[in-house]
């Protein structure tokens, strides 16, 4: 599976963007989508991730604010962050998880920076 993320940026605080990821090759075996970041110095954390059947999970920093979709037709998963603050600053990463015959595996996207910042 190969992940094409885009849509990342600077951004003042109380500002939104919406990060995009597309995903080609084998996404037949795709269970899971989402989304991880990583600020600098600091391990890579999750910030939400939504299954095939819709289920939704959410890092306790960016709920509320933030709202993961996606559309299976076009393969591609969403991130709409709204009222963003400076902390929400990293390289976010795009993630898929896939399951075949029982061995489940991760899939990374190339990161997408995002800046708030006034």
């Known amino acids: 599976v190969q992940l094409q993320a885009s849509g990342g940026g600077l951004v003042q605080p109380g500002g939104s963007l919406r990060l995009s990821c597309a995903a080609s090759g084998s996404t037949l075996n795709i269970i899971r989508m989402g989304w991880y970041r990583q600020a600098p110095g600091k391990q890579r954390e999750l910030v939400a991730t939504i299954t095939n059947a819709g289920l939704t999970n959410y890092a306790d920093s960016v709920g509320g604010r933030f709202t993961i979709s996606r559309d299976d037709a076009k393969n591609t998963v969403y991130l709409q962050m709204n009222s963003l603050k400076p902390e929400d600053t990293a390289v976010y990463y795009c993630?898929?998880?896939?399951?075949?015959?029982?061995?489940?595996?991760?899939?990374w996207g190339q990161g997408t920076q995002v800046t708030v910042s006034s």
């Open positions: 993630n898929t998880m896939t399951r075949n015959r029982g061995i489940y595996f991760d899939y």
